[in-house]
T-cell receptor, first 114, second 111 residues
Framework: KAGVTQTPRYLIKTRGQQVTLSCSPI?????VSWYQQTPGQGLQFLFE???????NKGNFPGRFSGRQFSNSRSEMNVSTLELGDSALYLC?????????????FGQGTRLTVV | GESVGLHLPTLSVQEGDNSIINCAYS??????FIWYKQESGKGPQFIID?????DKRQGQRVTVLLNKTVKHLSLQIAATQPGDSAVYFC??????????FGQGTELSVKP
């Protein structure tokens, strides 16, 4: 069974640009969550999608958005990039999400904003 | 507010010894508390969880203890091996089921 796949693995962008990251969950999983990981703030929840609907949202500005497709694949977008957006962005999938503790994480996308 | 914190940022143990990683949490309403392991270059990997109405749960070489009185969670790893070297995160299920992670403890196992 394939794991969670995130693309690309590494990305370098310039301030002001926008970026789109992709996540393919484990087959059959309907919940996809996104997390930002930085040395200073640790792992912080961005949002969760379930059946193409955003079901939960963290405390990030509106520049961070996402969506989920009918095949459960998810994308997150960051517009008007800032230096502080440099981080490892992790995607996690689970069967149902809510009430589930065993989320399966991808390897992440390392975003560097210069 | 919601927060989960760790007492120690780094822990160094000798191979074969037992390791204890600690965590403090603040949200008493969480249903589950979980431990994740993150190796370099990889995403976090689920280790073990414990429901809030339990105080102890054992897995393979790992035991999680939950003390709700002092809002403390710990992960015990028996006979620590070099492959256990990683960053360990405690997490709790927050509102809507999202995971709230602590800052992490880096475990280093000396051969």
């Amino acid at each position: 069974k394939a794991g969670v796949t995130q693309t690309p693995r590494y990305l370098i962008k310039t301030r002001g640009q926008q970026v789109t990251l992709s996540c393919s969950p484990i087959s059959g999983h309907r919940s996809v969550s996104w997390y930002q990981q930085t040395p200073g703030q640790g792992l912080q929840f961005l949002f969760e999608y379930f059946s193409e609907t955003q079901r939960n949202k963290g405390n990030f500005p509106g520049r961070f958005s996402g969506r989920q497709f009918s095949n459960s694949r998810s994308e997150m977008n960051v517009s008007t990039l800032e230096l502080g957006d440099s981080a490892l962005y992790l995607c996690a999938s689970s069967l149902e999400g809510r009430g589930t503790t065993e989320a399966f994480f991808g390897q992440g996308t390392r975003l560097t904003v210069v | 507010g919601e927060s989960v914190g760790l007492h120690l940022p780094t822990l160094s143990v000798q191979e074969g010894d037992n390791s204890i990683i600690n965590c403090a949490y603040s949200n008493s309403a969480s249903d589950y508390f979980i431990w994740y392991k993150q190796e370099s270059g990889k995403g976090p990997q689920f280790i073990i969880d414990i429901r809030s109405n339990m105080d102890k749960r054992q897995g393979q070489r790992v035991t999680v203890l939950l003390n709700k009185t002092v809002k403390h969670l710990s992960l015990q790893i028996a006979a620590t091996q070099p492959g256990d070297s990683a960053v360990y995160f405690c997490a709790e299920t927050g509102r809507g089921g999202k995971l709230i992670f602590g800052q992490g403890t880096e475990l280093s196992v000396k051969p």
